[in-house]
């Protein structure tokens, strides 16, 4: 349009002087006003002409620049309905935090990772492709709540999947190792089926938030609970008045009903393997410096072949099996630890462990190691028999991880590891040849503070 404009303009303008010209000339004047008016209306036609070739040439290059910016505008259209289509294609919804992906795998599964103080949940494939994803805002400026534990379940061959919804109105006792909330079951399609609370028990009303450190599936209406609750107990020996603490409490419930817990303040001998290296008041019963010890610290369950349930407490660096048959006397054994019950030397023990993975008699754990800021991991092949262990550490150089991670075995040497709150870098996820000593995917974090919960891997 601002071409054809343009040269009409310069058009109308060329034909009025030209007309002019005739006018004067159709008149008949004579002498040399009429030359000299004919002389001046030829100058102006020169003139005309001599600014109509300067403005069509500038029109030119008006109508190229036009059509330089429609072909950017085009490309700049492509290229963001490129980016929309990827991120349908690659799941990767808006919001998620900045990462980078180096390496890559051929494994035929999806990693999934969560996160402590974002509402983001991603799942990858074995190269690092987002496959899917979830994200949402805080429900307020002040808020840091976090989607824990993203994980799937195949039960009779179907497809379920879940995660840990903290919601920020519950009290969470001032601490930031607790998040109360619920525990949200999707399908398999990502569409939530429903959201789990504990059932009514002697020690918990129904609905009660559960805690977000782990939940274990038997089928979408039988699984174990975790949660943390607080109480003034009148069973430590040195404080027989009285001593507020906060324990954990594990709900085991089938088709509506409680049908066994676990309480750890039921069991005074646990008091006396506190340690402090996770926390410098996980062990002020005296409630000198706060009226909320985090005494024990549950972070991890795992069923073994016998059916018990085999739990990470990470303020007592101790696994506990516990007996489902029983609703006392609970406690079969104690795996590191103040109290081990299997001859482990003190090089041999775990530190502020965080996740835990059965595998007949082998037992594999996460260690932070946070006494001596070095992080590993390590398998323990029990003989329960004779209440001994032999004990792998596979180090990890210059790594430290001061809480949650988890590990994974995948194949041979290969393990998958989730790094948590990583110290040392913004590392999240790594896929390891540990023989090797061969990253051969890693998942790094442009924001370090905003670490994951856990990375875990399922076929």
């Given at each position: 349009?601002k071409?054809?404009?343009?040269r009409?303009?310069a058009?109308v303008?060329?034909?009025?002087i030209a007309?002019a010209s005739v006018l004067?000339t159709?008149c008949?004047?004579?002498?040399a006003?009429?030359q000299?008016?004919?002389q001046?209306l030829?100058?102006?036609q020169a003139?005309?002409?001599a600014?109509?070739?300067?403005f069509?040439?500038a029109s030119?290059?008006?109508?190229?620049a036009?059509e330089g910016?429609?072909e950017?505008?085009?490309?700049?259209t492509?290229?963001?309905a490129a980016?929309t289509?990827?991120?349908?294609?690659?799941?990767?919804?808006?919001g998620?935090?900045?990462y980078t992906v180096?390496?890559?795998t051929?494994?035929?599964?999806?990693?999934f990772?969560s996160?402590?103080y974002?509402?983001?949940?991603?799942?990858?494939?074995?190269k690092?492709n987002?496959?899917?994803s979830k994200?949402?805002e805080q429900?307020s400026?002040?808020?840091h709540?976090g989607?824990?534990?993203?994980k799937?379940?195949?039960v009779?061959?179907k497809?379920y999947?879940?995660y840990?919804?903290?919601?920020a109105?519950?009290d969470?006792?001032?601490?930031?190792?607790?998040?109360?909330?619920?525990?949200?079951?999707?399908?398999?399609?990502?569409?939530?089926?429903k959201?789990?609370r504990?059932?009514?028990?002697?020690t918990v009303?129904k609905?009660h938030?559960?805690?977000?450190h782990?939940?274990?599936?038997?089928?979408p209406?039988?699984?174990?609970l975790?949660?943390?609750?607080?109480d003034?107990?009148?069973?430590?020996?040195?404080?027989?008045?009285?001593?507020?603490?906060?324990?954990?409490?594990?709900?085991?419930?089938d088709?509506?009903?409680a049908?066994?817990?676990?309480?750890?303040i039921?069991?005074?001998?646990?008091?006396?393997l506190?340690?402090?290296d996770g926390?410098?008041?996980?062990?002020?019963f005296?409630?000198?410096q706060?009226?909320?010890?985090?005494?024990v610290?549950?972070?991890?369950?795992?069923l073994?072949?016998?059916?018990?349930?085999?739990?990470?407490f990470r303020?007592?660096s101790?696994?506990?099996?516990?007996?489902?048959?029983?609703?006392?006397?609970q406690i079969?054994w104690k795996?590191s630890?103040?109290?081990?019950d299997?001859?482990l030397?003190?090089d041999?023990?775990t530190c502020?462990?965080?996740?835990v993975?059965?595998?007949?008699d082998?037992?594999?754990v996460f260690?932070?190691?946070?006494?001596?800021k070095?992080?590993d991991?390590?398998?323990?092949?029990?003989?329960?028999?004779r209440m001994?262990?032999?004990?792998?550490i596979?180090?990890?150089?210059?790594?430290?991880s001061?809480?949650?991670?988890?590990?994974?075995h995948?194949s041979g040497d290969?393990?998958m590891i989730?790094?948590g709150r990583s110290?040392?870098?913004g590392t999240?996820m790594?896929?390891?040849?540990l023989?090797?000593?061969k990253e051969?995917?890693?998942?790094?974090l442009?924001n370090?503070?905003?670490?994951?919960y856990?990375?875990?891997?399922?076929e």
């Amino acid at each position: 349009m601002k071409k054809s404009y343009g040269r009409y303009l310069a058009a109308v303008a060329a034909a009025v002087i030209a007309a002019a010209s005739v006018l004067f000339t159709a008149c008949g004047q004579d002498g040399a006003s009429t030359q000299g008016l004919t002389q001046a209306l030829e100058e102006e036609q020169a003139k005309a002409d001599a600014a109509l070739e300067t403005f069509e040439q500038a029109s030119e290059a008006l109508d190229k620049a036009v059509e330089g910016q429609e072909e950017a505008d085009k490309k700049d259209t492509a290229d963001e309905a490129a980016d929309t289509a990827d991120a349908a294609v690659n799941g990767a919804v808006e919001g998620l935090p900045e990462y980078t992906v180096e390496g890559s795998t051929d494994l035929p599964g999806h990693f999934f990772l969560s996160f402590v103080y974002s509402r983001n949940i991603i799942m990858m494939d074995g190269k690092g492709n987002v496959v899917w994803s979830k994200h949402e805002e805080q429900p307020s400026k002040d808020a840091h709540t976090g989607w824990w534990d993203f994980k799937k379940h195949v039960v009779d061959g179907k497809t379920y999947y879940s995660y840990h919804d903290q919601i920020a109105d519950y009290d969470n006792f001032g601490f930031e190792g607790f998040a109360p909330g619920d525990r949200v079951l999707l399908d398999e399609d990502f569409n939530e089926i429903k959201r789990i609370r504990f059932e009514e028990s002697d020690t918990v009303e129904k609905d009660h938030p559960l805690d977000g450190h782990d939940f274990l599936m038997i089928d979408p209406d039988h699984y174990f609970l975790s949660g943390y609750l607080k109480d003034t107990v009148y069973n430590h020996p040195d404080y027989p008045d009285g001593s507020s603490v906060v324990y954990s409490y594990i709900q085991e419930v089938d088709h509506g009903k409680a049908v066994w817990d676990f309480k750890s303040i039921d069991y005074p001998e646990l008091y006396d393997l506190v340690v402090t290296d996770g926390s410098d008041t996980a062990d002020d019963f005296a409630n000198e410096q706060t009226d909320v010890p985090d005494i024990v610290h549950f972070n991890a369950m795992r069923l073994d072949d016998d059916g018990n349930l085999v739990c990470s407490f990470r303020h007592l660096s101790t696994i506990l099996c516990l007996d489902r048959t029983k609703q006392t006397d609970q406690i079969r054994w104690k795996l590191s630890g103040k109290g081990d019950d299997f001859g482990l030397a003190e090089d041999q023990k775990t530190c502020c462990q965080h996740y835990v993975t059965v595998d007949g008699d082998d037992v594999m754990v996460f260690n932070n190691g946070n006494k001596d800021k070095k992080t590993d991991i390590r398998i323990f092949s029990l003989d329960k028999d004779r209440m001994k262990a032999d004990v792998k550490i596979m180090q990890i150089p210059g790594k430290f991880s001061s809480a949650c991670g988890d590990v994974q075995h995948i194949s041979g040497d290969t393990y998958m590891i989730g790094w948590g709150r990583s110290e040392n870098d913004g590392t999240c996820m790594s896929v390891c040849d540990l023989a090797a000593e061969k990253e051969l995917l890693k998942v790094t974090l442009a924001n370090p503070n905003n670490f994951t919960y856990r990375c875990t891997y399922y076929e």
